[in-house]
């Protein structure tokens, strides 16, 4: 892989200054030991499953697929509501994430995107979030989300949801609901979610002649509801369905037209059919 200029300057970037974001994180993950201190219970795993799906659901359809990229409508409570479950993800807010999104989606792999592989696998999958790379939100890519009060609240205050979340957990079950109810989902969803940045943009097929590295993966797809079909995502980013074949199973597709069907959200945008027909072909 070739390591452009820009791309060996940002691993350069690493920098102490991020203190304030690296001892979160690493505190966080160090935090997934404490499992064996407070052991498992059925309740436990339940609230782990249901929380991490919420969670990535709250990111890929939510973050992603509806205010990143318009790829489907709904009401304006609807849209809020999308965002509470991404911000319950703890990836910063809806505005943060957007705008780093829409800047990947303009640069991918090459000059100046934040999270290529190209500056090594690590650095894609978190490396970047330790470095001034992380830090710059470009107003300009999220001015549609930032005339939304209810987004800005969102993003000034994201923290509040997942120390909430985490504070009513402790209430109904103390330690062991916290542990499994709220850091290890976290982190599994931070890692899902990475995976796109990084698993997906070296490891797995392509189909289409897209001016990336992106692929697709199978097992990102299963622990993202689907959005680890990110070369189909690259080609057409503002499909609301990423799995183009039957078998690329896409969860977060099939539980929209769900909601479709029942009037919660509308206007599901598709590729045009030529380029699901070419994926058929594939
Ligand atoms: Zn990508
Ligand atoms: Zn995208």
Known sequence: MLL???HAADVARYSPRHLAFVVPLVALHLSCLFVFVVGASPLAVSVFVGTTVVQVFGITAGFHRLLAHHSYRTSRFFQ???ALLGVLAGQNGPLWWVAHHRHHHAHADREGDTHSPRAGFFWSHMGWLFSERS???RDDLVRDLARLPEMLLLERYYYVVTLGYAGLLYVIGGWQLVVWGSVLSTV???????SANSVCHRFGTR???TNDDSRNNFLVALVTLGDGWHHNHHFSPYSARHGFRWWEIDINYAV???LAAIGVVWDLRLPPERVTRAAAAS
């Open 4 to 6: 452009t200029a820009s």
């Open 80 to 82: 809020c509501v999308m």
């Open 135 to 137: 830090i710059p939100l």
């Open 188 to 194: 599994f969803t931070y890692h899902a979610i990475w």
């Open 207 to 209: 189909r289409f002649p």
């Open 256 to 258: 929209l037209r769900c």
